[in-house]
């Protein structure tokens, strides 16, 4: 089981081991900037507005109740665009190159608080594409919703066109949460590390986690201190070795 680590634990082991953050964030960075340039493919969002009139309204003083109307009933409008009743002609028109629920999804309706005007999203990998799936459903709708409700009138607002920016990857976006993702791996690893180091690094372990009674402490010497010692060492030898022959004679 891995020990408990305090956060004064912690912040030793980040400034110990912030190569291993480091590498692993920036690794983050760069695999999230490669999935977004050269894997994901891009997104092409575009919007056409609508506004639909119900009969018997009075333009001149349109009443608070008839407007609350209108706006609930986007809702049913919502449910007829995405009906096969107006999905399959625009299918149709399209050379049946998408399934039911493929067009579904790129399909989003828009609304606004308190307006009747809503638009129709779709988002599709080819910008010119998007917009003409978005004329299509708003002039399919336009056409078939006087036979299904009653409604006066259906006016297209502006029409979709291309948007060559795309709405997603974003690359910034995806830069930023690979950083955090790098970030916590990062941590997550050198805890891991820290926690199957069994080295002693300090007498604290031995005193504390060991129950052991600190004797003392062995030095490692430098290089210098190491010539200078063998140095001596010679000295020494080589002066005993003159008193023995002095004596000796």
Request: zero cysteines; glycine letters at 6%.
């Amino acid at each position: 089981m891995m020990d408990t680590i305090g956060i004064i634990d912690l912040f030793k082991m980040i400034k110990k081991r912030w190569w291993v953050i480091l590498l692993v964030s920036v690794m983050g960075v760069v695999l999230t900037t490669i999935l977004t340039n050269y894997v994901l493919i891009p997104q092409y969002a575009t919007t056409t507005q609508l506004l639909v009139s119900r009969k018997n309204v009075n333009t001149q003083s349109i009443a608070l109740g008839e407007i609350e109307t209108n706006i609930q009933m986007i809702n049913t409008y919502r449910d007829i665009i995405e009906d096969p009743v107006v999905i399959d002609k625009v299918i149709n028109e399209l050379g049946n190159t998408l399934s039911e629920v493929e067009l579904q999804k790129k399909i989003e309706i828009i609304t606004q608080e308190d307006s009747q005007i809503f638009g129709i999203k779709v988002t599709d990998t080819n910008p010119n594409r998007a917009a003409e799936i978005a004329n299509l459903v708003a002039a399919t709708f336009q056409e078939n919703i006087d036979g299904i409700i009653n409604v006066e009138n259906v006016a297209i607002l502006s029409k979709a066109k291309a948007n060559p920016d795309p709405v997603s990857p974003n690359l910034m976006l995806n830069q930023v949460v690979g950083v955090l993702i790098g970030f916590l791996l990062g941590m997550t690893l050198s805890i891991i590390l820290e926690t199957k180091d069994k080295k002693v690094h300090d007498e604290k372990i031995i005193t504390e986690k060991l129950g052991w009674i600190h004797l003392g402490n062995i030095t490692e010497m430098t290089p210098s201190e190491v010539a200078a010692e063998e140095k001596n060492h010679v000295i020494t030898i080589a002066t005993n070795h003159s008193k023995k022959v002095l004596g000796g004679d």
